[in-house]
């Protein structure tokens, strides 16, 4: 699990502050999403052999693969929440004298913080999945993917391939409840404006 937490974690530390960039004006959102709509279709799984070529079989090679999908969903929710932040409170916050990174702090990232907070709950489950794939098929010494893969591979505990494939689906539940439990308490405020 080691790798699909750090792997989630810099994928968000690459994917926000991208984002925002992106997201700020709309020549760099326009060019952005081009070029994002034509990388982002390439299936995380396909590149294993080259990225077991170049960084072995080993935690940078999970990491590698889990940031290349988890990073996608961040970056889109995070560009479109930014993109989406009402120009007049962005042009009344720099009519006060706000700098342009006090501008971001103050106002777009916290408008965008619920897309942020959605991209990050999408790429979480993304990344259970591919981390799990990835031991499945590029093995590895440890690691659920990895125990699933040696039950199979023994023939004869196929007790222990469901357990662990249940232990999978039960991991991806809790960590997908948990997301919403934080989304619900961090940005109730959120529902009650929509509301209002």
């Known amino acids: 699990?080691?790798?699909?937490?750090?792997?989630?974690?810099?994928?968000?530390?690459i994917a926000i502050p991208a984002g925002v960039l992106f997201g700020l004006s709309e020549k760099s959102y326009r060019?952005?999403?081009?070029?994002?709509?034509l990388i982002r279709p390439i299936p995380p799984v396909a590149l294993i052999p080259l990225v077991v070529l170049v960084f072995g079989n080993g935690l940078e090679m999970k990491l590698v693969i889990v940031m290349f999908a988890a990073v996608w969903p961040i970056l889109f929710n995070t560009m479109y929440g930014v993109h989406d932040v009402d120009r007049?409170?962005?042009?009344?916050?720099q009519s006060f004298g706000l700098r342009p990174w006090q501008i971001i702090r103050r106002v777009v990232l916290p408008s965008a913080a619920p897309f942020i907070a959605t991209g990050i709950r999408i790429?979480?489950?993304?990344?259970?999945?591919?981390?799990?794939?990835?031991?499945?098929?590029?093995?590895?010494?440890?690691?659920?993917?990895s125990f699933i893969a040696r039950s199979r591979a023994s023939g004869t505990q196929v007790e222990l391939v469901y357990a662990g494939t249940l232990?999978?689906?039960?991991?991806?539940l809790v960590i997908n409840l948990l997301m919403n439990k934080c989304e619900r308490r961090w940005f109730a405020w959120q529902t009650t404006t929509k509301e209002a």
Do not use: K, N, P, W
């Open 123 to 145: 790429s979480s489950s993304i990344a259970l999945i591919v981390v799990i794939t990835v031991e499945l098929i590029a093995g590895g010494a440890d690691g659920l993917g």
């Open 88 to 93: 007049q409170a962005r042009e009344m916050a």
């Open 1 to 13: 699990m080691g790798s699909y937490f750090l792997g989630l974690g810099l994928s968000a530390l």
């Open 167 to 172: 232990v999978a689906g039960f991991l991806a």
């Open 31 to 37: 060019l952005s999403r081009a070029v994002v709509e």
